[in-house]
């Protein structure tokens, strides 16, 4: 039948790219991270071998390299201490922002949510570069503090860990904000009223209510800010120093510096198993979960 | 009322916060002095020199083509998946498609960058091709990982829509194929353009993966800026910002409206 080759046609096309760039690249990491190091071009050997027979040719030494050294697993852990705090201030900053814009009345709803979005279509990279020009020793955020008295020299607020965190949350609020808002608009105002009516003060409606019932705006949000984050290289590069190193960045060196690319190669794909791989199961588990409690 | 005001307070300050760095972004485009930090008068020298830098125009030119070939493809191969996802009941290795269609929206970028780059040195030692990175190599990583932000946008418009429109026509005699060309792919029109869109200034924007697949003559915009940038300030990026800020936030003015568009 015409039907079944025009499917296949729509099925296969997207398939065998994917398969093709996506999983393929996906599996050379892997493949990479197995082999053996050795100086040259590829810095690496073959993982099957025919000269004296076949062979197998495989080892996990780049992994136990990668995990026996403090060097990685502290950089890796820096990157999930700062995608945590950035996290929780995405969450502080966007959840009131994301509430009161889902409890205006829809006129005014529609303007703040496009005035929301719009920063996060303009450029990654300037908004990043913004924050640099604000942190800059005689930027404008030290002449507000100087001329206000609160300090009496310039302070140095460019290359930190906190210009780092100050940037992330900058760029990924919008991230949060959008899901957040997503679950929010749903819900039904009545039930605040309600609460109030059977007699619970404000801090009881907003742990009783309102947060239980936001939780998978909040799930979402999360995620969508946690996971690019643990990986972000531009903004340490930029607004960070040597104070801390990260993974994103340690990834990068390891390829181009050091020209180890087995050793990358056993960081990234460490990266997908520890990172990737949970939040994929995570999100099926989920959503098989909230579809059989009919959220 | 006393939460009303506290409502004001929150979005005024929330709104402040998103806008200022890029207002200050723009403030300073328009500064004479080469020292950035300095003011010394309104000019329009940086956009002077800027529409004079080569370097500059040449990698906005090379981006642009880019992206705009990257979405298109992006686009056909996202619109095919979403598709598939709402409309087709039999796809081999199901959870392995869906698997692959949306593992690149949370594959962090440097991890994506390096298998790409690894896969192309891989495919030229045994087949002698790509002989050198370039303009093919970012171009095929962009779409790559701009399928599924399209994938995900078309598949949420496909389940809101209602099927018996295209039922109604198979009984009038359309067969499969027109079908799909005379009710479906107009009614989802918007939605595909707004996908084209995302897709388009998601590439435009890219640095990391491109850093990564580039090769000779293939600096794209975001790779020209950021080594601008990278270790100082410099003028002439404040103005490139000015614009392509404008730009931008245009493309997604007009994302909004033909979001808004389809649900009505």
């Keep these: 039948m015409k039907n079944k080759l025009f499917e296949k046609y729509f099925v296969f096309s997207p398939y065998f790219w994917l398969v093709l760039f996506f999983f393929i690249p996906l599996a050379i990491i892997f493949k990479i991270s197995i082999s053996v190091s050795e100086w040259g071009m590829p810095p690496y050997q073959d993982i099957f071998l025919f000269d004296n027979g076949f062979k197998i040719n495989t080892t996990f030494e780049n992994y136990v390299y990668i995990f026996s050294d403090y060097y990685y697993i502290g950089s890796f852990v820096n990157s999930l201490i700062l995608a945590l705090i950035s996290t929780f201030f995405c969450l502080l900053i966007g959840f009131p922002l994301a509430f009161y814009i889902a409890t205006s009345n829809i006129r005014l709803r529609n303007i703040l949510l496009v005035l929301v979005v719009i920063p996060f279509w303009s450029s990654f990279l300037l908004r990043v570069y913004a924050w640099k020009i604000i942190l800059q020793n005689n930027g404008i955020l030290n002449v507000i503090l100087l001329n206000l008295g609160i300090t009496s020299e310039p302070l140095q607020l460019l290359y930190n860990q906190y210009a780092v965190i100050m940037g992330i949350v900058y760029t990924y609020l919008p991230l949060m904000i959008l899901p957040l808002y997503g679950y929010l608009n749903k819900f039904d105002l009545n039930l605040i009223e309600a609460s109030k009516d059977l007699g619970l003060n404000r801090i009881k409606t907003f742990f009783k209510v309102i947060l239980p019932l936001s939780v998978p705006g909040i799930v979402a949000g999360s995620l969508l800010v946690f996971i690019p984050v643990v990986g972000e290289f531009i903004i340490p590069e930029m607004l960070g120093g040597s104070d801390r190193l990260y993974y994103g960045k340690i990834l990068w060196e390891e390829f181009f510096v050091n020209r180890n690319w087995p050793g990358a190669s056993a960081l990234a794909f460490s990266g997908i198993i520890i990172l990737v791989l949970p939040i994929v199961i995570f999100q099926i588990l989920y959503s098989r979960w909230s579809q059989k409690n009919e959220i | ?264």
């Excluded at chain 2, 939460?3 to 200022?20: A, P, R, T």
């Excluded at chain 2, 493809?73 to 998946?81: D, K, P, R």
């Excluded at chain 2, 709402?86 to 594959?107: A, D, E, H, N, W």
């Design chain 2, 1 to 264: 009322m006393k939460s009303s005001l506290i409502k004001s307070i929150v979005i005024f300050l929330g709104l402040f916060f998103l806008y200022f760095p890029i207002l200050v972004l723009i403030f300073y485009s328009f500064n004479e002095n080469k020292r950035v930090m300095v003011w010394k008068g309104f000019s329009l020298r940086w956009y002077n020199e800027l529409f004079n830098n080569e370097q500059i125009i040449e990698a906005f030119i090379i981006s642009i083509k880019i992206a705009a070939l990257s979405a298109t493809f992006a686009t056909i191969l996202g619109v095919m998946i979403g598709y598939s996802l709402v409309r087709i009941r039999k796809i081999p290795f199901k959870s392995f498609y869906i698997f692959l269609s949306s593992t690149p929206l949370v594959l962090p970028e440097l991890i994506l960058g390096l298998s790409m780059l690894l896969f192309f040195i891989s495919l030229n030692n045994v087949i002698g091709f790509p002989s050198s990175r370039g303009q093919l190599t970012i171009f095929i990583s962009h779409v790559t990982f701009c399928i599924a932000f399209v994938a995900i946008i078309i598949q949420a418009r496909l389940t809101d829509f209602n099927k018996n429109i295209e039922e109604a026509a198979m009984d009038l005699g359309y067969n499969y194929t027109k079908v799909l060309y005379k009710i479906t792919l107009p009614i989802i029109l918007p939605s595909i353009i707004a996908g084209w869109l995302l897709a388009f200034t998601i590439s435009l924007d890219d640095l990391v993966v491109a850093s990564f697949t580039t090769g000779p003559g293939a600096n794209t915009l975001p790779i020209v800026v950021f080594s601008k940038v990278r270790l100082g300030l410099s003028p002439e990026v404040n103005a490139l910002s000015a614009i392509l800020m404008f730009a931008l936030i245009i493309i997604g003015l007009f994302y909004f409206y033909l979001n808004k568009k389809f649900k009505h």
